[in-house]
């Protein structure tokens, strides 16, 4: 008696794509460009995450270059649920902070933009001398929830709110 099982995928596998880039102008802008090649590649039609790596790229050419060590950009998607975006330099012992710069200054804004765009990201130290600047971007939209009571200021009630 021969038995046939058939085993069915309800999701696309994950997908990596993973490239060192030089730390220039040059080498963050061809990081946006792969990225979003990659991505439509992918079916993953994801705008904040173009300038996401976009950001974290020029954050590396920037502040992470460092002479003959490149910076590496990661993209993970997890079976087109979770995009993660990683960009990984040289410069370990330099760690960046969200600010909020001068409202005239021309630059000090690229994390607060990660921060805006991203569902969640942070930073990872190591193995010496590298550290890496990840997001996360959520491909499937939540569902709508009920959010407890909250205070409406114009009519005096509680009312309820779909978030």
């Not at 220039?24 to 039609?45: Q, S």
């Not at 997001?135 to 929830?145: F, G, K, S, T, Y």
Request: proline fraction near 7%.
């Amino acid at each position: 008696m021969t038995q046939e099982i058939t085993r069915t995928e309800h999701s696309a596998p994950t997908r990596q794509f993973t490239v060192l880039l030089s730390p220039t102008r040059r080498g963050a802008r061809l990081a946006r460009l792969l990225a979003t090649a990659y991505l439509g590649d992918w079916g993953i039609v994801c705008e904040p995450a173009a300038h996401i790596v976009a950001e974290l790229a020029a954050n590396a050419a920037v502040h992470g270059h460092v002479p003959g060590r490149d910076f590496q950009l990661a993209l993970t998607a997890h079976r087109d649920e979770l995009l993660r975006i990683e960009v990984t330099d040289t410069r370990g012992e330099q760690l960046p902070a969200v600010s909020t710069p001068d409202q005239y200054a021309e630059n000090g804004r690229g994390l607060l933009i990660v921060e805006a765009l991203a569902d969640r990201w942070g930073i990872d130290v190591g193995p010496v001398p590298r550290k890496t600047i990840w997001a996360e971007l959520d491909l499937v939209p939540r569902p709508l929830h009920r959010v407890a009571e909250t205070h409406d200021p114009v009519n005096h009630v509680p009312a309820l709110h779909d978030a």
